[in-house]
Nanobody, 126 residues
Framework: QVQVVESGGGLVQAGGSLRLSCAAS????????MGWFRQAPGKEREFVAS????????FYADSVKDRFTISRDNAKRTVYLQMNNLKLEDTADYYC???????????????????WGQGTQVTVSS
């Protein structure tokens, strides 16, 4: 049974930092693209970042590029999202997602993922 569990969300002031973690179990972690999405109140879920299984290439939404960093530790079966210089508009529920095994997809679309976590809330205050 695949389990995906996010942690690390919270309340932070604008300009601050947070690091989200996502632990996945029940699968061959190293063979899956891992991604982060977010959903703000009243808005659709949107892509944030992904890291591929083949070479750990990273891809980012333009809105977070140069501020967020995605990384993965295959030994720990964990993917991280380091978020720096947080802005009010980064406030959202953040979701970790596990891509289809050995897929070549870059993971920028929700359909690229088969398993999702329950989300962790990030609130950025002024």
């Amino acid at each position: 049974q695949v389990q995906v569990v996010e942690s690390g969300g919270g309340l932070v002031q604008a300009g601050g930092s947070l690091r989200l973690s996502c632990a996945a179990s029940g699968l061959t972690f190293s063979g899956h693209t891992m991604g982060w999405f977010r959903q703000a109140p009243g808005k659709e879920r949107e892509f944030v970042a992904s890291t591929t299984w083949r070479d750990a290439s990273a891809f980012y939404a333009d809105s977070v590029k140069d501020r967020f960093t995605i990384s993965r530790d295959n030994a720990k079966r964990t993917v991280y999202l380091q978020m720096n210089n947080l802005k009010l508009e980064d406030t959202a529920d953040y979701y970790c997602a596990v891509g289809w095994y050995a897929s070549s997809a870059l993971g920028m679309k929700a359909r690229d993922y088969g398993y999702w976590g329950q989300g962790t809330q990030v609130t950025v205050s002024s």
